[in-house]
């Protein structure tokens, strides 16, 4: 016989993700299918580029990720937010796929990156859509894997230096310097791409 039941009338997508632990734990399945459902896309967008765009292999490993947190929800410690115990279950076992595999993640171009405001007009939606796809482009292209996972995790996700330590195993300071020299990267070869750009308009100009 199952443990869980049916929930109280609520509207579970409006409940915090470590409440929805709570309720799921006290036997409610719709709080852990609001949690699925809720975290599965944005995992899914990580590990698709973590593992090289191969949808089918990182669709297997955010299921695998979600099952363990299903089967280990009575071990999550509630002094962290949900979103960062499920992060680090899901990266280890990426980390696993791909030594299994004997090769290393490559990234593929990045679809989706920050949403922008909703107020925005469609012009001013437009251009910063762009811009933010030119960051995370240029983020794949120039970074290493453990550079971009702390950015995406650190300004996708929104997640803390600490929490971002926590799922990628790495100290505090760690991440800190690893932030830094992504961002000293990202921004040394911005500056180049627009240096260029203004570069080409002023021989255009000439012309």
């Keep these: 016989m199952s443990i869980f039941g049916k929930c109280p009338s609520i509207k579970l997508s409006a409940v915090e993700p470590n409440e929805l632990v709570r309720r799921a734990l006290s036997g409610c399945a719709d709080a852990f299918t609001e949690l699925s459902d ?20 990182a669709e297997d490993v955010v299921q695998e990720a979600l099952t363990k947190a299903f089967q280990r929800l009575g071990r999550f410690d509630h002094r962290y937010r949900f979103s960062t115990w499920l992060y680090t279950i899901a990266i280890r076992l990426a980390c696993d796929h791909a030594r299994n595999q004997r090769r290393r993640p490559q990234y593929v171009a990045l679809e989706e990156a920050h949403s922008v405001a909703a107020e925005s007009t469609a012009t001013d939606h437009t251009e910063q859509q762009e811009v933010a796809d030119n960051i995370w482009r240029t983020a794949r292209r120039k970074l290493n894997e453990s550079q971009y996972t702390a950015l995406w995790l650190r300004y996708v996700e929104d997640m803390s230096t600490a929490e971002v330590a926590l799922v990628m195993r790495k100290t505090h300071i760690g991440v800190r310097v690893l932030l830094h020299r992504s961002r000293a990267i990202l921004l040394a070869e911005l500056v180049q791409q627009e240096s260029a750009i203004r570069a080409t308009d002023g021989r255009t100009g000439e012309d």
Excluded: C, D, Q, V
């Design 38 to 57: 809720r975290f599965r896309p944005r995992l899914l967008n990580l590990l698709r580029h973590r593992m090289g765009g191969a949808y089918s292999e």
